[in-house]
């Protein structure tokens, strides 16, 4: 098999220079004569091996996802020997697995379980974050002494790895990683564990990386974590979600639904748990159609008034809900930055005194503590 993929390879001629624009990026089929020769050759060769040559002849590197961009956009297919030695060197060269293992929660080297009161958030998209929030947020941490903090998802916004095209209120990623680097310095001095999910927007840069096979989930963290805080965050890169005291799930889902707890209700009866679900940017709180699993939509930490693609073009989705939530004792609390609806209650709680009052506000029905007051009163 190697004998013949050699034999194929040599046989080709190299392929002709490919043109660039001014930015530096490659104009493939601008040039006839790269186009025929990519219609003649591009057939026998796999995409590793059309990446190579390409790359050879052009002097820059080139990604495997462009080329196979490439072969989509020019309507070019591999024919069906070059198919099968593509799928024969792809099988062999995967790492064997010396041993399965059970995945999700029973995973005990890569799932993430959180255990203790903490605060969960989602879509901060740094750096269009809402800095009133997170101040706020920190607040209530303070107050209540909340250690743990959860990034449901979307910490960063990436725009500059973006498959979609560019527009002037793009944000450059020096500026991007600055500022996350930044953000994440503040909130180790508030929480000491930060449970960080990798969403798509997280992904992105993985995604537009000139060689994705080179490029992981732990290289982008390197990236953003220094000496301060490599030891206080921890990424979720594998599972997009994460489970809380053994009762909650946060999880950031593969689906979106314009209705507020649809989704989060339709996982909590496919899990048989209590739903917190990120991603859409919602607020919603409520009860599963059994009535016993509580269902909430994640909120977001991002600024709507700084996203571009909202507020240049009219939508019918749901406008975007920032807050987040705090888990104390397994009662969900929300904090939605809404005039009528941002909660006081943890003002009045002097710290030393938190288990003794929080027990109380949240666990203790209205009725029964009125009757155990008339009870001491008689």
């Not at 069906?80 to 995945?103: F, G, M, N, W």
Request: aromatic share 8%.
């Amino acid at each position: 098999m190697a004998h013949k993929k050699e034999e194929i390879v040599r046989s080709i001629p190299p392929a002709p220079r490919i043109a660039v624009d001014s930015c530096g990026k490659a104009m493939w089929l601008n040039s006839p004569a790269l186009l025929a020769w990519l219609r003649e050759y591009a057939p026998k060769m796999t995409n590793s091996e059309l990446m190579a040559t390409l790359a050879e002849t052009s002097g820059r590197p080139i990604a495997l996802n462009q080329v196979a961009h490439v072969r989509r956009i020019a309507g070019i297919r591999m024919d069906h020997d070059t198919s099968k030695r593509a799928y024969d060197k792809r099988v062999h060269c995967q790492p064997e697995i010396q041993k399965l293992t059970l995945l999700g929660p029973a995973d005990k080297e890569r799932f993430v379980s959180v255990q203790g009161d903490t605060i969960v958030t989602s879509d901060w998209h740094v750096p269009h974050h809402h800095e009133e929030l997170v101040a706020r947020m920190l607040q209530v941490a303070k107050a209540l002494n909340i250690k743990q903090l959860v990034i449901n998802g979307d910490f960063l916004n990436e725009d500059a790895f973006s498959r979609w095209p560019s527009h002037p209120f793009n944000v450059g990623w020096q500026t991007e990683k600055h500022m996350a680097r930044s953000l994440l310095q503040d909130l180790v001095k508030t929480f000491d564990r930060i449970y960080y999910i990798l969403d798509n927007h997280d992904r992105r840069i993985i995604a537009r990386h000139e060689r994705p096979t080179d490029f992981t989930e732990d290289d982008l963290m390197d990236i953003l974590l220094d000496a301060t805080t490599r030891g206080v965050v921890r990424a979720s890169t594998f599972y997009r979600y994460v489970t809380i005291n053994d009762v909650w799930r946060v999880t950031s889902p593969k689906d979106y639904r314009r209705a507020k707890l649809s989704l989060p209700g339709r996982l909590a009866q496919l899990h048989h748990t209590n739903i917190i679900s990120g991603g859409d940017h919602l607020f919603g709180l409520g009860v599963d159609d059994s009535a016993r699993y509580v269902i909430a939509n994640n909120c977001c930490v991002v600024n709507p008034a700084e996203v571009p693609y909202i507020n240049v073009q009219d939508t019918s989705f749901p406008q975007w809900s920032p807050g987040f939530y705090a888990i104390i004792d397994n009662v969900l609390h929300p904090f939605v930055l809404h005039e009528n609806l941002w909660p006081t209650w943890w003002q009045w709680i002097d710290p030393k005194r938190r288990q003794g009052v929080r027990n109380t506000l949240t666990s203790t029905p209205r009725s029964e503590r009125r009757r155990r007051r008339r009870g001491k009163r008689s």
